[in-house]
């Protein structure tokens, strides 16, 4: 296919789950949010939104599980039914999944994201309501212990969303650094799809302290080394 046609075709796509956004909405009510992102466009990907679970609008960012699936590219899987948290501490359950065009390239996303603290409040007037709680307590929608629910940053900026991975993945300051937690940050910031975004590498550096040179250096040698330890396939071997 032409290169026009699968722009064509993505257009197409996008304009026609738009209503799909605003029905999905609609049938789970206030406490859900629909979002449509084109990853054409990453720092405005937002092109539909129904709900404010997360408080964007159209033409807002995508948050780092965006920049996880565009660092993927076509290899980039759904992720279903997982926990998140807003940086104001709201839980929110979501869905993300990629939208691909005929050629099988991956080129934007639908996301539905769920008040999860909402919900659980509600589960709890209601077992309030119903009358004292057996010997086991009142139901629960998940345990109580288990791994920690990672802060998702969700906003209209995608330079909010770049600080704010920058210093999720910065244990310390930058001076205090070796040579290879250095190349680490770098990596780890690659690999979470950072630099694919338009000016990241600036602001990045700006963040850091940096010069926008030493920042180029850095993410130029910590992809070499990755392709260093990537084993290669030869003749005969499984792809």
Same mark, same amino acid.
């Given at each position: +296919?032409?290169? &026009?046609?699968?722009?064509?075709?993505?257009?197409?796509?996008?304009?026609?789950?738009?209503?799909?956004?605003?029905?999905?909405?609609?049938?789970?009510?206030?406490? /859900?949010?629909?979002?449509? =992102?084109?990853?054409?466009?990453?720092?405005?990907?937002?092109?539909?939104?129904?709900?404010? !679970? @997360?408080?964007? *609008?159209?033409?807002?960012? +995508?948050?780092?599980?965006? +920049?996880?699936?565009?660092?993927?590219?076509?290899? %980039?899987?759904?992720?279903?039914?997982?926990?998140?948290?807003? *940086?104001?501490? =709201?839980?929110?359950? #979501?869905?993300? +999944?990629?939208?691909?065009?005929?050629?099988?390239?991956?080129?934007?996303?639908? /996301? !539905?994201?769920?008040?999860?603290?909402?919900?659980? &409040?509600?589960? @709890?007037?209601?077992?309030?309501?119903?009358?004292?709680? $057996?010997?086991?307590?009142?139901?629960?929608?998940?345990?109580?212990? *288990?791994? %920690?629910?990672?802060?998702?940053?969700?906003?209209?900026?995608?330079? @909010?969303?770049?600080?704010?991975?920058?210093?999720? =993945?910065?244990?310390?300051?930058?001076?205090?650094?070796?040579?290879?937690?250095?190349?680490?940050?770098?990596?780890?910031?690659?690999?979470? $799809?950072?630099?694919?975004?338009?000016?990241?590498?600036?602001?990045?550096?700006?963040?850091? $302290?940096?010069?926008?040179?030493?920042?180029?250096?850095?993410?130029? &040698?910590?992809?070499?080394?990755?392709?260093?330890?990537?084993? #290669?396939?030869?003749?005969?071997?499984?792809?």
């Amino acid at each position: +296919m032409a290169e &026009q046609d699968i722009e064509a075709q993505r257009d197409a796509i996008l304009a026609a789950l738009v209503p799909v956004v605003d029905g999905i909405a609609a049938t789970f009510g206030p406490v /859900c949010e629909v979002v449509l =992102h084109d990853y054409r466009r990453p720092e405005r990907s937002v092109v539909a939104v129904a709900g404010s !679970v @997360t408080g964007r *609008g159209v033409g807002g960012a +995508m948050s780092e599980i965006g +920049m996880r699936v565009l660092a993927r590219g076509d290899e %980039a899987a759904d992720e279903l039914n997982y926990l998140t948290r807003t *940086g104001s501490g =709201h839980l929110v359950k #979501s869905s993300t +999944m990629v939208l691909r065009d005929a050629t099988g390239t991956v080129f934007g996303a639908l /996301c !539905v994201n769920v008040d999860a603290g909402a919900v659980r &409040q509600a589960q @709890t007037l209601l077992s309030a309501l119903a009358g004292p709680a $057996g010997p086991a307590g009142p139901p629960s929608l998940g345990p109580a212990v *288990g791994p %920690a629910i990672p802060v998702t940053t969700f906003d209209n900026d995608i330079d @909010t969303v770049v600080d704010a991975l920058v210093d999720a =993945h910065q244990d310390t300051t930058w001076a205090a650094l070796d040579r290879p937690g250095r190349l680490a940050l770098f990596r780890n910031l690659d690999e979470r $799809g950072v630099f694919a975004v338009r000016r990241a590498i600036e602001q990045v550096a700006a963040r850091l $302290g940096i010069s926008r040179a030493s920042a180029y250096s850095y993410l130029s &040698q910590a992809r070499a080394a990755v392709a260093t330890t990537t084993p #290669s396939t030869t003749e005969g071997d499984p792809a």
